[in-house]
Structures are given as structure tokens and as C-alpha cells.
């Protein structure tokens, strides 16, 4: 029996989002460049966004470009951003063959303008999709959108549109750049390191956390759903005892 025959249809996490690691190891281990790596990531995406589709998650995150990865070398920088535009443009047709919606997190300001178009394209293209939503993470940290988001709550308080007392959880998730989405149940990173590098750090406060030690231009469907299969033995008790959680 495959993983995912094994998953329970009844029991599919909503929110299912991805920290996509280990391209450079992968194409260092072959002696290849880190650019090759991550051409080579670009099957990994197709198939982790069909596997999800597939058995009904309506939200898929995938971390591809952190804050922090301007600061890797120039060439590698520019050989991402050259792929990124290059994987929109062809993969488009696909997601609206399959009724996928794209969109994106992150400082999209900071990104190249050829990038900044072609992405703001397959946004507007793919709007009436309505099978899943693919969110990409882009240029993205959490550090930096918490900022964002107290900057405008702080921004209300002063205009008096709201009053310091009234901000809850709620209020904070308004205010992130995921406020159209319920919070991620399940975090999947690959490569086998074990940390959050900055990703949705209020959004993951409850998610289940999964690591594989696959490289990420490794990672197949049926990774995704054997990620799915662990989620579902979980026992989530969100701060409660098992018997207050379990039906
Ligand atoms: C993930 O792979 C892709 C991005 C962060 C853009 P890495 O490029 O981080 O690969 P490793 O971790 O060096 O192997
Ligand atoms: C996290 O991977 C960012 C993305 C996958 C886009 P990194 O490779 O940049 O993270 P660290 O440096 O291992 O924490
Ligand atoms: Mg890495």
C-alpha cells in the first residue's frame, strides 16, 4: 500500500506549508554548481503542488526566497531570481490546467522588476482558481512582516482607529500577510535541518512540525504524503489534555 493510500481523505491538514532546503548540497554532492540545484528543485515544486491538489489541501506555502538570502553571492542571487521568473512563466499553464490560484508573500518591492511583473501576471491570471491556493514565499521572513504588521496596528492606534486594549491574536493575524488564510497545520522542511530560518513564526505557533532528511530536489509525491501520514498519527492538544482533544 502506497503513503497515499493510507491517508485518511477526512483528515487532510488545510494548510500545509514548506521550507524547500538542501538544493546547494544536492549539486554540491555531484560536483555540480548550486544553481543546478536549484533548477533541479523546480520538479520537487511541480510534484509537492500536484500531491497537495490532489487529496484536497486547500493551501500550500513554499518558502523559496528569504530576507535573508540577499545575502548570498550575486551570481547565485541573480540565477534564482532568473529561474524564478522563468518557472512562473512556464508552470502558469499547469496551475490553470489544474485550477490552482498563485499568489505571494514577502517584500515583492524588493524583487527584480522583470520578476515583480511576470509574478503579478500569473497572480492576476490565476485569481478565479479555486481548487487550492498556492502561496509563494518570496523575499520573505517572519521578523520582517511582524514588523509590517505593528507598524499598521501602531498606525491605527495613533489614528484612533482602534484602541490598544482591543489587540488580541486576532488582530496581529489581520495585520500579517497571511490574513487570508487559516494558520499552516503542518510544516514540512527538508534537508534535514531542524529550525524555522524565519518562517511564520506567529502562523506556526500550533503547526506540527516535520523534517525529512531529503534534499529537496529529491523530494517526490510520495514524500509529501508520507509527511502527510505522520501529521495525521499526531495527537494535537493545542496547551489541553489528550482527553479534551480526542473525539
Ligand atoms: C534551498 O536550498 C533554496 C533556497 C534557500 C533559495 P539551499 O540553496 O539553501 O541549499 P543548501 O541548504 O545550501 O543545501
Ligand atoms: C530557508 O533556507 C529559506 C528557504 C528555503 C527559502 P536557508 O537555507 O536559507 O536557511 P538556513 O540558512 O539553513 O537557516
Ligand atoms: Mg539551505
Known amino acids: 500500500m502506497s503513503a497515499k493510500e493510507r491517508i485518511d481523505l477526512s483528515k487532510i491538514p ?40 490532489e487529496i484536497g489541501v486547500k493551501f500550500l506555502s513554499l518558502y523559496a526566497f528569504s530576507t535573508e538570502n540577499w545575502k548570498r553571492p550575486r551570481w547565485e542571487v541573480d540565477a534564482l531570481m532568473d529561474l524564478l521568473v522563468s518557472s512562473i512563466n512556464k508552470e502558469t499553464k499547469t496551475l490553470m490546467d489544474n485550477n490552482i490560484r498563485l499568489t505571494a508573500i514577502g517584500d515583492i ?34 521578523r520582517w512582516e511582524i514588523i509590517q504588521a505593528s507598524k499598521k496596528i501602531a498606525e491605527a492606534v495613533a489614528a484612533g482607529r ?40 506567529w502562523q506556526l505557533a500550533y503547526a506540527e512540525l516535520y523534517f525529512t532528511d531529503k534534499l529537496w530536489p529529491d523530494f517526490r509525491k510520495e514524500d509529501f504524503y508520507e509527511a502527510i501520514e505522520d501529521f495525521q498519527k499526531r495527537d494535537r492538544r493545542y496547551g489541553m489534555v489528550q482527553e479534551q482533544t480526542t473525539d
Open 14 to 53: 488545510s494548510h500545509v506549508c514548506v521550507i524547500m532546503d538542501g538544493n546547494g548540497r544536492w549539486a554540491k554532492r555531484q560536483g555540480l554548481l548550486r544553481t543546478i540545484g536549484h533548477q533541479n528543485g523546480v520538479k520537487a515544486v511541480r510534484d509537492t503542488v500536484e500531491a497537495a491538489a
Open 109 to 142: 518591492e524588493s524583487l527584480p522588476s522583470n520578476c515583480r511583473k511576470n509574478l503579478q501576471e500569473a497572480i492576476q491570471k490565476t485569481a478565479g482558481n479555486t481548487r487550492m491556493t498556492l502561496i509563494i514565499a518570496l523575499s520573505y521572513s517572519s
Open 162 to 201: 482602534l484602541s490598544a486594549d482591543d489587540i488580541d491574536d486576532s488582530v496581529i493575524s489581520a495585520n500579517l500577510s497571511t490574513s487570508f488564510c487559516p494558520d499552516p497545520e503542518l510544516m514540512i522542511r527538508t534537508s534535514g535541518e531542524h529550525r524555522i530560518s524565519n518562517f511564520m513564526l
